[in-house]
């Protein structure tokens, strides 16, 4: 089993929905969350990244962590066809530490 | 503000040969991590470098080794190349162990071994 669980979908939206992208993981060890938005044939790019539980706003884009559950989300609202990309999530244990990445989803927003 | 640079952007190999990237960190960042993302598939960690030596290590072989530089910049050599080496290097920095600020990642080498 891995210790991070991600759909890699593809997931199609029509432009204007609200998306969802969870992963689940089995290390209760895991104290720092983040998603990154990845380009085909691009590096990652940063999007949201929290610490222990809760729920972090940035524009369009909410990050929520259920630590009890070992389940985080992120929601895009408004999606827009540029919002295409593979999302990944990551996870590391403390400062310093390696991060650990799902699979990634992949995202398609249909205008 | 430079972000993280990588070079070469791209690169065609054959089985058996060694191959070397490099990998600028970001400005203020001292640390330096490589990450390895086959086709379809997260990034998997393989090392970390800070104050010049390895401190940790992923489930890589040997033929992975690295080293990185008085001016924090980093390379990620592979040895005896396999078919299975094919795919995208990554290089992220971050500024260490002081605080915690995520890691921030370059574009990539693509590396293609045939």
């Known amino acids: 089993q891995k210790e991070v669980e991600q759909d890699p979908g593809p997931l199609s939206v029509p432009e204007g929905a609200i998306v969802s992208l969870n992963c689940t993981y089995s290390?209760?060890?895991?104290?720092?969350f983040m998603w990154y938005r990845q380009y085909s044939r691009k590096g990652p790019e940063l999007l949201m990244y929290?610490?222990?539980?809760g729920n972090k706003e940035d524009g369009r884009f909410t990050a929520q962590v259920d630590k009890s559950s070992k389940y985080i989300s992120l929601f895009i609202r408004d999606s827009q066809p540029s919002d295409s990309a593979t999302y990944l999530c990551?996870?590391?244990?403390?400062?310093?530490?390696?991060?650990?990445f799902g699979t990634g989803t992949r995202l398609k927003v249909l205008a | 503000d430079a972000g993280v640079t990588q070079s070469p952007t791209h690169l065609i190999k054959t089985r058996g040969q060694q191959v070397t990237l490099r990998c600028s960190p970001k400005?203020?960042?001292?640390?330096v991590s490589w990450y390895q993302q086959a086709l379809g598939q997260g990034p998997q960690f393989i090392f970390q470098?800070?104050?010049?030596?390895?401190?940790q290590r992923g489930n890589f072989p040997d033929r992975f080794s690295g080293h990185q530089f008085p001016n924090y910049s980093s390379e990620l050599n592979v040895n005896a190349l396999l078919l299975g080496d094919s795919a995208l290097y990554l290089c992220?920095?971050?500024?260490?162990?002081?605080?915690?600020?995520?890691?921030?990642f370059g574009p990539g080498t693509r590396l293609l071994v045939l």
């Open positions: 990551a996870m590391s244990k403390g400062v310093g530490y390696k991060y650990i």
């Open positions: 400005s203020g960042h001292d640390t």
């Open positions: 290390n209760s060890a895991f104290q720092y």
């Open positions: 992220a920095s971050s500024p260490g162990f002081r605080e915690q600020e995520t890691q921030y």
């Open positions: 929290t610490y222990s539980s």
């Open positions: 470098y800070y104050e010049e030596e390895e401190r």
